[in-house]
């Protein structure tokens, strides 16, 4: 898969830029500095980078790594709580979720912030459960890990689920502790070294940038146009957890059940939190609740394990709720992509999902059992995301800008940008790209170099009017709003 989402291109350039500097504390892209993110998956991407090259499997390599890490441990603690067969149930809700699959194969933060959340979460509950001081430590550790990868959120958001955790339990005396000042200092022994020296080597710049304009305005104002309504949130978690998250209506009917075990509690807590938090900031994504994904799937699972062991028992109609998003996610992506004017050719690849609704529908009315049905479900969405990430999301990944006319851009010896241009080319070519807002720099630039080209966009077309420029490639960035424009002096 080639490397053109926004974020996924920054990072992966970003990681490659430090390397080639040698600067393990200023991260910048294109050779500006870059504020949006801390450095953690810089660091893994740089180490991945050694190891295999500079390429889009290398800048994804440690993604997969940390996915497979989350598994393990949601069984791990699961299996501590509970048993194995529960805990396996749980480890299926994650594999079978098409959006965990998803995240876990980009080269973004994410799932370094997942991970180290979840191990930081599962720790701190042990910690408070049996008393056990060691994992007091791993957790102050698997936060400062995951303050690299996001910033404050990951200790903010995880220390209300703890505090509030013990406020409801009472446990007064695992809060005094005096292990907590220790704690606490490994804590800032791994995180603050790097904000520091971030903040003396940019002279407050990446500070002001990251934590002002990254944080707190995308808390309070919606950045990019990822503001929508305020339950999108519950929503990003429910559809991100199908097929399992399907279950949801009899888990809360079964809760008496469910939440017996403290972990189930404090499970459905974390999930909570995450989602109240989310839906009150203003910049909603799908991929900002996920840390409460393995959290999800300790409840999810529990019940799944019940069932099947005939403890409870469930009515028909979560499958029927499953059998209607499997029917309307390809009829859906049918239309979006039928509406995209660069994929439009290929408009019929999402409907091969339908397959997923034909299985379904072959044992809808026959007479079987919860656990003949659970494995019909599991097996039927393993091929709807091999479908998905194999052949359906390649292929329209493909019908992307930098793809269509990197071969075009890669015979011109100067390339500039105007304005905004798409980051995927920068990844793609071995120089910076020289970028300008100003029309006099743009033209400076242009007469004193032959084979040029500038790389922008529609939005900014007009102001090149004055402009002696011709027009060789235009291509909709798929599924976004801009369209990249690439543009030459008239011959």
């Known amino acids: 898969m080639p490397i053109y989402i926004l974020d996924e291109a920054k990072n992966a350039e970003c990681a490659r830029e430090m ?10 892209f294109n050779g500006e ?3 949006d993110k801390p450095p953690l998956h810089y660091f893994f991407m740089i180490a991945s980078y050694k190891i295999f090259g500079v390429n889009e499997f290398a800048a994804r390599f440690f993604s997969v790594i940390m996915g497979l890490l989350t598994i393990f441990i949601t069984f791990f603690f699961t299996k501590k709580y509970f048993n194995a067969f529960t805990a396996f149930c749980c480890v299926l809700v994650l594999v079978a979720s098409t959006h965990f699959l998803f995240e876990f194969r980009l080269a973004v933060p994410d799932p370094y912030l997942i991970f180290f959340i979840s191990l930081g979460l599962f720790a701190a509950f ?3 459960h049996q008393n056990k001081i060691i994992h007091l430590y791993i957790a102050a550790a698997s936060l400062a890990l995951a303050t690299l990868a996001k910033g404050p959120v990951a200790i903010a958001l995880p220390g209300l689920c703890v505090l509030t ?8 005396k695992e809060l005094f502790t005096w292990h907590l000042i220790p704690a606490f200092l490994v804590l800032c022994m791994l995180a603050l070294p790097w904000y520091y020296a ?16 990254n944080n707190l305005n995308r808390f309070a104002d919606p950045q990019e146009g990822h503001g929508w309504f305020f339950l999108v949130t519950v929503l990003f978690v429910l559809i991100g957890l199908l097929p399992f998250m399907s279950f949801i209506g009899e888990t809360i009917k079964k809760r008496k059940s469910i939440f017996q075990n403290e972990l189930a509690q404090f499970s459905g807590l974390v999930v909570l939190i995450f989602v109240v938090f989310f839906s009150a900031a203003s910049t909603r994504l799908p991929n900002y609740p996920m840390p409460c994904y393995p959290f999800a799937a300790v409840v999810l699972g529990r019940f799944i394990a019940a ?3 005939g403890e409870i028992t469930s009515k028909k109609y979560p499958y029927f709720i499953l059998l209607f998003f499997t029917v309307a996610i390809p009829v859906a992506g049918y239309f979006v992509v039928a509406q995209e004017s660069e994929a439009k050719e290929i408009s019929l690849l999402p409907l091969l999902l339908l397959i997923t609704p034909f299985i379904f529908i072959f044992f809808l009315f026959t007479k079987i059992n919860w656990n003949k049905k659970i494995k019909i479900i599991f097996i039927a969405y393993t091929i709807f995301n091999i479908i998905v990430l ?10 992307n800008p930098v793809a269509k006319t990197l071969d075009i851009v890669k015979q011109y010896s100067h390339i500039y940008g105007y304005n905004i241009f798409n980051p995927g080319y920068r990844f793609y070519l071995d120089k910076n790209i020289p970028r300008t807002n100003e029309i006099n720099t ?9 084979n040029a080209i500038i790389i922008t966009r529609t939005d900014y077309l007009d102001s090149l009017k004055q402009l002696p420029l011709q027009e060789i490639a235009r291509h909709h960035d798929i599924f976004e709003l801009p369209t990249t424009v690439i543009l030459k002096r008239k011959e």
């Open 442 to 450: 743009l033209k400076r630039w242009l007469d004193s170099t032959q």
């Open 390 to 399: 194999d052949y359906v999301y390649p292929g329209l990944y493909k019908q």
């Open 165 to 172: 955790w013990i406020i409801i339990k009472r446990k007064w």
């Open 126 to 128: 042990n910690w408070l």
């Open 307 to 309: 069932l099947l062991d």
């Open 19 to 28: 390397m080639e500097r040698k600067d393990f504390i200023v991260p910048v």
């Open 198 to 213: 971030v903040d003396k080597a940019t002279h407050g710049e990446w500070t002001n940038g990251f934590f002002i304009e």
């Open 33 to 35: 500095l870059r504020t």
